[in-house]
């Protein structure tokens, strides 16, 4: 059986283990909630005899909303929020649907001037990034590129605490907390 993407299997995502086919469960396989499907070829299908079938899923090296953001921030950085730079934002938001930058901040936002300066424009850029580029093996190199590793990876990690019953502690539980430390540098070497 072939999932179309017209298909409520489409929204689904099965996996072979051991040999059977088992439905994706939230409890077992992720502490925070979330699973990445990003991969996952949304023609995979599975019988009702556990036969599996599985499609390969093409793992771009590269990708046009990486380069549009990246061409993006080095034009902010070098000249201020310019039409130029807003193009190829909203190029990248446009293939999802949304709504180009200023547009977006001005209507929907409670600070309507951010992309009317660098760093709002280059915190803009860093969110777009973010969302755009997840589960790519980017962010790392972005938060080096930025100097906010240390800010950005000591924050707690929230999630969804899939265990309780009810909606308040369910939302936005603390599950872990990290404490990331640059190496030091002494002499050039990493101790």
Do not use: H
Not at 80 to 94: H, L, N, Q
Not at 119 to 134: F, M, S, V, Y
Not at 159 to 188: C, H, M, N
């Amino acid at each position: 059986m072939m999932s179309e993407l017209n298909d409520a299997n489409a929204l689904g995502t099965n996996y072979k283990q051991g040999g059977n086919v088992m439905s994706y469960n939230v409890i077992n396989n992720q502490a925070t909630g979330y699973m990445v499907k990003k991969y996952v070829n949304y023609q995979n299908s599975y019988g009702a005899s556990n036969a599996y079938g599985a499609r390969p899923y093409a793992i771009p090296i590269i990708r046009l909303a990486d380069l549009y953001l990246l061409y993006a921030e080095c034009i902010n950085e070098s000249q201020g929020p310019t039409a130029e730079a807003f193009t190829y934002i909203d190029a990248v938001r446009a293939r999802s649907g949304l709504n180009g930058v200023q547009a977006s901040w001005t209507n929907f936002s409670s600070q309507p001037n951010k992309p009317s300066t660098k760093a709002g424009l280059r915190n803009i850029i860093k969110q777009e990034r973010t969302i755009e580029l997840a589960f790519e093996g980017r962010r790392f190199w972005d938060l080096r590129r930025w100097k906010d590793g240390i800010q950005e990876l000591n924050k707690l990690i929230l999630g969804w605490d899939v265990s309780q019953r009810t909606a308040a502690p369910f939302i936005e539980a603390a599950l872990y907390t990290t404490g990331f430390l640059l190496p030091k540098i002494i002499s050039g070497l990493f101790l």
